[in-house]
């Protein structure tokens, strides 16, 4: 028996809205469908809900239309395979998407269950999520911050990349997978704080709007790491794969300098995105970041750019001085063919906020030191996501679309 668009309309008008999305006379899921496509045991739905907003709202709502699915999908005799629920704005742009394959095929078997605007879960195993990029459950883009050399403030780039993210209203995590130099308990403020484990998952710390983890927090903090390759390798695996990430849009990974056994595990373990590489202006550092770009080029990653870190020093006179020489790294990134996300420069608020882990504070004119600091980084962060964009449509886990009125 083969199930048509109209089943799964006709499925979805059994599906009651929440009170509060019930309006202009639309009381059902069906009311809110914009489009639809199966094949067999595939699906796919948009759903346009004004006034929803909430993710784990979104999350509930598509959860509900899977169970329905499903039971349809059963009673003809084709297991459901995949389901796509994309939640659509007015004019037509995907604000959320909720994916589901079958790795736990669902088992619904309730003719009641709760509001989808309710977040219980829904009775019965559950399809887990797939990722759309990155290899990690949940994950949709995973982007490595990376250096040739030490010193150059690549944890500094790292952590303010994820706290402008998550500002601008993205779910981001952040790793840090500087197995031999973790920076994140001090630059995130995270000494007083105890890592939690629960059901052999490592739990992330929630500080600044984003989900943090670091091998700080499990290791002896004065004490060396002095690991061989396997070692490193497997704390690596560890904290990527055995941390309750949860969904997110990004997550952000701050390796160690250099180009050593940690970058070569990331790529075997991940399906990353792309990376970032962080330079100063001077010469010296710009030899050592060409390698850590052909690193990444060398293990099948794009380079989604280049960050100028530290391009100019502003002192309490508001002056900017080139202690470095200003532009070397943009010069760098053109020379190589690579795209230049901007350059940060470095001022007494920025040293001061990273010291007492207060990473917001970057953001904000009052403890920035000026505008200038927040300016950069909110520019860094905007190019990034144009540079992730572009990588998703390449790399095929993101389609563009087309609007017909």
């Known amino acids: 028996m083969t199930v048509t668009k ?62 329905a699915i499903a039971a349809k999908l059963k009673d003809a005799g084709t297991p459901l395979q995949s389901l796509t629920v994309e939640f659509v704005d007015k004019p037509g742009a995907v604000i959320h998407t909720a994916r589901f394959g079958a790795s736990s095929p669902p088992q619904s078997t309730n003719t009641q269950r709760p509001a989808p605007g309710s977040q219980r879960p829904a009775p019965g195993p559950r399809p887990t999520p797939q990722s759309e990029s ?25 952590v303010n990349l994820a706290v402008g993210l998550a500002r601008k209203g993205h779910a981001v995590g952040l790793m840090d997978g500087d197995i031999y130099g973790p920076s994140l308990p001090t630059m995130l403020a995270l000494h007083s704080e105890e890592q939690q484990v629960h059901q052999g998952k490592l739990q992330p710390f929630l500080v600044h709007g984003i989900k943090a983890v670091t091998i700080g927090k499990l290791v002896d903090p004065e004490k060396p790491l002095i690991w061989r390759g396997p070692m490193a390798h497997g704390a690596f695996k560890q904290l990527a794969e055995q941390t309750e990430w949860g969904e997110l849009d990004y997550l952000i990974i701050d390796l160690p300098p250099g180009t050593g056994d940690v970058p070569l595990t990331m790529a075997q373990t991940l399906r990353l995105t792309g990376a970032v590489v962080v330079c100063t202006p001077q010469k010296v550092a710009q030899d050592d970041a060409v390698r850590a770009a052909r690193m990444f080029q060398q293990l099948g990653i794009d380079v989604l750019g280049v960050v100028e870190n530290m391009s100019y020093f502003i002192g309490d006179d508001k002056k900017e001085y080139d202690i470095f020489g200003r532009g070397g790294a943009e010069q760098m990134a053109q020379r190589l063919g690579l795209p230049y996300l901007g350059a940060v420069p470095i001022n007494m608020a920025l040293r001061a906020n990273s010291d007492t ?45 087309l609007n017909i009125s």
């Open 6 to 67: 109209q089943d799964i309309a006709d499925t979805l008008a059994r599906i009651p809205l929440p009170d509060a999305l019930a309006t202009e006379g639309k009381n059902t899921l069906a009311d809110r469908l914009e489009w639809v496509a199966t094949c067999e045991a595939y699906t796919s739905l948009k759903l346009h809900l004004p006034g929803l907003e909430d993710k784990n709202s979104m999350q509930a709502i598509a959860a509900a239309a899977l169970d």
């Open 134 to 158: 990155s290899g990690l459950p949940g994950v949709k883009f995973a982007i490595a911050v990376g250096a040739g050399k030490g010193g150059v403030g690549k944890s500094t780039i790292a």
């Open 357 to 401: 882990g207060d990473a917001s504070a970057n953001f904000d004119l009052d403890t920035a030191g000026g505008d200038a600091l927040p300016r950069s980084l909110e520019r860094l962060v905007a190019n990034l996501e144009s540079q992730v964009a572009l990588a998703s449509l390449s790399q095929g886990t993101k389609r563009p679309t």
